[in-house]
């Protein structure tokens, strides 16, 4: 393994995403990057192994700004899970998603806490890693309804990201600011992407437990208090 910045993706790996392979029926899966200093968030709406809607939008941390982002993606889908990059909006996001859509399982992700799995820096180590694994098992897939406008840009961010083995041998991505020097924007779109392809439905079972109780919990204090 190299010790020095290598290519996260290769190029094979995106033009698999081009392999549409008809309309694919599966849970909707929300993955949400939420941008800070200035940059667009994210939103990408999975549905089974197709991806039916790639939106970057201007925004605040304002979770209700972010809300509407969601329900633009979604175009009337009803989400089972929401996966949400949290860390730049609170902890009472997630109960906000959670009370616009009682029915979806909400997961509020850090990029920067311990990885699942060993082998990893952090948890966005993880998640674009484990989005690698699913573009070389060929089991997602852009839809007609992506633009190629947005299959161009994600291209561009993922061209762009590097990774290095850091301490303790494990895989570590190169910061965000790093990318948008070389692409003039934040890689938040392919951050929206890996957070929406890279858990299965299983996965997130398995591993959310203490975030449903944890959000659980957010979401009774802000009825009792009214915030």
Known sequence: FPSHDS??????????????????AGEVVVGIDVAVGG?????CVIR????VSLLARKTTTD??????????????????????????????APAEFKREWPTATVIPVNFGDKAWKPGYDNRRAEIHFDFKARLKSKCIY???SIHAESRIELQRQ???????????SAFKLIPKKEI??????????LDSVALACSVDAVAIKMMSVNSQIQQHNTYSNSIV???
């Open 7 to 24: 290519n996260l993706y290769d190029d094979w790996e995106f033009d698999s995403l081009n392999s549409y392979a008809g309309p694919s």
């Open 39 to 43: 940059d667009n968030s994210s939103s």
């Open 48 to 51: 089974g192994n197709e991806m």
């Open 63 to 92: 979770v209700q700004s972010l809300i509407s982002m969601v329900r633009e993606s979604l175009g009337g889908l009803q989400p089972n899970y929401i996966v949400i990059d949290a860390t730049g909006v609170g902890a009472f």
């Open 142 to 144: 852009f839809g007609p």
């Open 158 to 168: 993922m061209r762009a990201s590097e990774y290095m083995i850091g301490n303790k």
């Open 180 to 189: 948008k020097a070389k692409t003039g924007r934040s890689p938040d779109d």
């Open 225 to 227: 208090t009214g915030k």
